[in-house]
């Protein structure tokens, strides 16, 4: 069992940042992708950004050049730093690792960031 916790989101003026992380229990979590998706009120659930065990990296085309993912395999914690945030990034945000071994995927409780204008 993989239990994700969220934090850093908050209140935000456009045009600043925010660093979200998530902590995750176990042993699985160097072995697997990561990421963080994110959820507006009345939409889906879209991916935002990914990161392989061996670092290579997604992004959604709205958030590239301005959200970095990281990871610290070590600390078992994917990182998401944004900058330049807008309204439109508005959302509940959300941590997922998917487990390659049975394709079973854990997420966060969510974490809220508003980006005021």
């Known amino acids: 069992q993989v239990q994700l916790v969220e934090s850093g989101g908050g209140l935000v003026q456009a045009g600043g940042s925010l660093r979200l992380s998530c902590a995750a229990s176990?042993?699985?979590?160097?072995?697997?992708?990561v990421g963080w998706y994110r959820q507006a009120p009345g939409k889906q659930r879209d991916l935002v950004a990914s990161?392989?065990?061996?670092?290579?990296?997604t992004y959604a085309d709205s958030v590239k050049g301005r959200f970095t993912i990281s990871r610290d395999n070590a600390k078992n914690t994917v990182y998401l730093q944004m900058n330049s945030l807008k309204p439109e990034d508005t959302a509940v945000y959300y941590c997922n690792l998917k487990n390659v071994a049975n394709d079973i995927r854990y997420w966060g409780q969510g974490t809220q960031v508003t980006v005021s204008s």
């Open positions: 990161i392989t065990p061996s670092g290579s990296r």
């Open positions: 176990g042993s699985i979590f160097s072995r697997n992708v």
